[in-house]
C-alpha cells in the first residue's frame, strides 16, 4: 500500500475549511494532520506536524498566504530530511498575486472553486515532488504576459507571441539552447499541470524519457525546478 499524503490544512473560512477537512478525512490516501486558522497558527502547525504538504489560503487574517509561505519556506531551508510542500489556494487571479505567490516559494497553485478531484490530483503531484499549477492561473499569467507585451489585440499577440516577450537573459539563453519540438510539448504539459506518468501517457513515452526532457529543459532554462521552468515559459512566451 502506497504511503498515506500527509496534509495540514491553514484557511480562516468556516465554511471553506470544514468542506475541505471533511472531503480529504474521507480519502484512505489523505492523512489530515491539523489545521488552523490564521497564518500565526499555521507557522506553528507546518513546523510541529511537518507534514507532506501544507494547502495554505492566499487571504489570511493576519498575513497573507503568499508572507505565510516566503516565511516557512527560509525557516525550512536549513533543516534536513523531506521538505513540506505548500499548496497554495487562492481566489485572487490578477497577475501580482500569482507571480508573488510564485516568488514566495509555493510548490502549487489552485484556484479555490476547484473540483475535489482536481485538488486531490493537485496533492498527488505535488507530493511527488511536481508543481501543479491550476490551468487558469497558467492562462493567466500567460494573458498578462501577452498584453504587456504590445497594445495589439489578443488575437494577433496569439499569432506573433515569441520569445522576445522574455525578459533579456532568458532570450539570450534560449536562443544558445533553444528548446526542441518534443521538449516543448513537454513543457507545455509541465504549465498544464501535468504529472511525469501523464506526460508519458501522452505522449506515448516511458517516464524515464519524460524525467530526462524535464532535465533537459531546466538546464536550457536556468530552472531549479518544474515551477521555475513553468513560469519562465509562461514569461517568455514559449507556451501558451
Not at 118 to 134: F, K, P, R
Request: charged content about 25%; some cysteine.
Amino acid at each position: 500500500m502506497m504511503s498515506r499524503i500527509r496534509v495540514a490544512l491553514i484557511e480562516d473560512h468556516d465554511l471553506t475549511r470544514v468542506g475541505i477537512r471533511t472531503a480529504l478525512q474521507q480519502r484512505s490516501e489523505i492523512e489530515l494532520v491539523g489545521e488552523a486558522t490564521n497564518a500565526a497558527e499555521g507557522l506553528k502547525l507546518l513546523k510541529t506536524s511537518k507534514p507532506d504538504i501544507g494547502i495554505v489560503d492566499i487571504g489570511l487574517p493576519d498575513m497573507d498566504g503568499i508572507e505565510l509561505t516566503r516565511q516557512f519556506k527560509e525557516s525550512s531551508a536549513t533543516e534536513s530530511g523531506v521538505q513540506t510542500k505548500i499548496l497554495v489556494l487562492t481566489l485572487q487571479d490578477n497577475e501580482e498575486a500569482v507571480m508573488a505567490a510564485f516568488g514566495a516559494g509555493a510548490d502549487s497553485y489552485c484556484m479555490k472553486n476547484i473540483s475535489f478531484d482536481s485538488l486531490l490530483e493537485a496533492l498527488q503531484v505535488t507530493s511527488e515532488g511536481n508543481a501543479w499549477i491550476d490551468p487558469a492561473i497558467a492562462r493567466i499569467v500567460l494573458n498578462q504576459a501577452k498584453s504587456s507585451e504590445t497594445g495589439a489585440t489578443a488575437a494577433t499577440v496569439r499569432e506573433t507571441v515569441t520569445i522576445n516577450a522574455a525578459e533579456p537573459e532568458y532570450s539570450q539563453l534560449l536562443e544558445a539552447y533553444p528548446l526542441t519540438e518534443r521538449e516543448l510539448e513537454v513543457l507545455q504539459l509541465i504549465v498544464d499541470g501535468c504529472s511525469n506518468a501523464v506526460i508519458a501517457e501522452k505522449l506515448y513515452i516511458t517516464v524515464g524519457t519524460v524525467k530526462t526532457h524535464v532535465r533537459n529543459i531546466l538546464n536550457k532554462l536556468c530552472a531549479d525546478d518544474r515551477t521555475q521552468a513553468a513560469v519562465r515559459a509562461l514569461r517568455s512566451g514559449l507556451v501558451g
